[in-house]
């Protein structure tokens, strides 16, 4: 198994001593468990969650979007165009996707 030496400020070590007290295990294996869930290896961790949040946004704008283009479509196209411009800003959609 490899090792890793790691420094923390005293008060952060002082929150695992507690959480790894709290959970009834060492210090290292309290901070293992901690990168396993922020990792992705534990469902419910911080992936997990993440995932969760973020499909009900979907939920709720998907929602939000069908009320809107039953009664204003032209708002929806408005704000669709404004919500590409968004996204192709922060680099999260492709150019080529924009203009197809």
């Known amino acids: 198994m490899a090792r890793v030496t790691i420094r923390f400020k005293d008060a952060l070590y002082e929150r695992l001593v507690i959480g ?18 922020y990792e992705g290896m534990d469902a419910g961790g911080y992936h997990g969650r993440f995932d969760e949040l973020h499909a009900t946004n979907i939920q709720v704008f998907a929602i939000l979007a069908a009320y809107v283009s039953a009664r204003h479509p032209d708002l929806l196209a408005r704000g669709t165009a404004d919500a590409r411009k968004l996204l192709l800003e922060r680099g999260l959609i492709d150019p080529v996707e924009v203009r197809s």
């Open 20 to 37: 790894a007290r709290a959970a009834d295990t060492s210090v290292a294996d309290y901070v293992r468990g901690i990168l396993d869930r």
